[in-house]
């Protein structure tokens, strides 16, 4: 297994134009989790999966983001009508997950620029 | 919500030195806690992952301890070397499972 993988890995972009992320967790893993850094600062959760289901979102995701893992296997993030507030490091990562939370591992992540 | 902090926010070390790096969180009811390593432009690596249930875990030159009661863990490096410069973060899920990161240490391991 490569472990998790990443699409884009840039991105630039101009201001209000839309964006979509592709994360592919590591294959027998059943969540999947969506995170933002900022440079000097550590990662934000924004949402995770477990298998398809959106289990939970954080409040810094505006109607702009939406996330999606049909069938439970890989997921996108789009970025509708971006601003320069978005430019960020979307990371990606993906566990399995029993009763409590698992190890997670990373991808390399999709860097956002958005001029 | 969980709190997690990380001191130092930078550290700089001659080359086979021993180091600590600190993490504190304001809730203790933890299932687990991770380390990672993040190089500059680069995802999450994951170090070490102790259990909640365990004090201690060991990779190599890595040891993390953990002290739930306190709120409290450290990753001790042992012999440090030029390619252990990175930024060093600790990680804590909560009871939905969502992760808490520190800002993390920038660690720089001069020859």
Same mark, same amino acid.
């Given at each position: ?16 134009? +839309? ?10 893993? +059943?969540?999947? !989790?969506? !995170?933002?850094?900022? *440079? ?5 959760? *924004?949402? !995770?999966?477990? +298998? ?37 490091? !979307? ?12 190890? *997670? ?6 860097? *956002?620029?958005?001029? | ?18 180091? #600590?790096?600190?993490? &504190? ?26 259990? &909640? ?5 060991? &990779? ?31 990680? #804590? ?12 240490? &920038?660690?720089? #391991?001069?020859?």
């Amino acid at each position: 297994d490569t472990g998790v993988s990443q699409d884009p890995r840039h991105k630039i972009t101009k201001r209000g134009q +839309n964006v979509t992320f592709r994360c592919d967790p590591i294959s027998e893993h +059943n969540r999947l !989790y969506w !995170y933002r850094q900022t *440079l000097g600062q550590g990662p934000e959760f *924004l949402t !995770y999966f477990q +298998n398809e289901a959106q289990l939970e979102k954080s409040r810094l995701l505006s109607d702009r983001f939406s996330a999606e893992r049909p069938k439970g296997s890989f997921s996108t993030l789009e970025i509708q009508r971006t601003e320069q507030g978005d430019s960020a490091m !979307y990371l990606c990562a993906s566990s399995l997950v029993w009763e409590f939370a698992g190890e *997670l591992f990373f991808g390399e992540g999709s860097r *956002l620029t958005v001029l | 919500k969980q709190e997690v902090t990380q001191i130092p926010a930078a550290l700089s070390v001659p080359e086979g030195e021993n180091l #600590v790096l600190n993490c &504190s969180f304001t809730d203790s009811a933890i299932y687990n806690l991770q380390w990672f390593r993040q190089d500059p432009g680069k995802g999450l690596t994951s170090l070490l992952l102790i259990q &909640s249930s365990q004090r201690e875990q060991t &990779s190599g030159r890595l040891n993390a301890s953990l002290d739930k009661s306190s709120g409290r863990s450290t990753l001790y490096i042992a012999a440090s070397q030029p390619g252990d410069s990175a930024t060093y973060l600790c990680a #804590v899920p909560n009871t939905g499972n969502q992760f808490y990161f520190g800002t993390g240490t &920038s660690l720089t #391991v001069i020859p």
